[in-house]
């Protein structure tokens, strides 16, 4: 069996012109994109897309880390599950999840929710580097039809709730199957004598 988790390499996201030290910071006031993403001409006219056969590549995972305005969690996932991520599911992306870090009761270990703002990573797979690359990219990859518009109009809105943001790469392997909890049941046993 593969181990959970193997060794994960950082790839310096200034590698791809992103800052340094694997990060690539950016504030709504210095982005001329939704996003991430190139911006796209209000008035474009339609886009059919039709495309290639998958690329082969070396799997990359983004963790992606936004702050974002106080309260604005649900409205910011429920953008991102129901806007953004069909249209990045439908050009490849695949995503594994999007998390708000919480302080449970009673554990004192990690890092603390903040009271002014809340903190969330989004993690996304890609089949490749250029993939991610592709992906900041939309249109020319999935259209700009009412998905890409819905999407667009997602992103717009997470901008807007967004104080800043980064993102990271990880290269390594996914671990087969996945997590599971089976506690124990509430139950009394007795031992019986062999017959």
Known sequence: MAPLVSALTLICASAFGQGQAGQAESKPQDRTFRGGLSPVKDQEPPRPVRNNVAQPGEEVVTLRYFKIKKGAFDQFLKASVEGVWPYFEKI????????????PEGVADGPQASKDYDEVYLMTRYASVEHWRATRETAPHGGNGPDWEKCKAALDLRQGLTISSNVI???????????????????????????
């Not at 490849?92 to 302080?103: C, L, P, Q, Y």
């Not at 790469?169 to 009394?188: H, I, N, R």
Request: charged share 25%; no cysteine.
């Open 92 to 103: 490849g992306a695949r995503i594994v999840g999007m998390w708000k870090i919480v302080t």
């Open 169 to 195: 790469f990880l290269k390594g392997q996914m671990a087969a199957g996945g997590p599971y909890f089976m506690p124990g049941l509430d139950e009394s046993y007795e031992k019986k004598a062999p017959k």
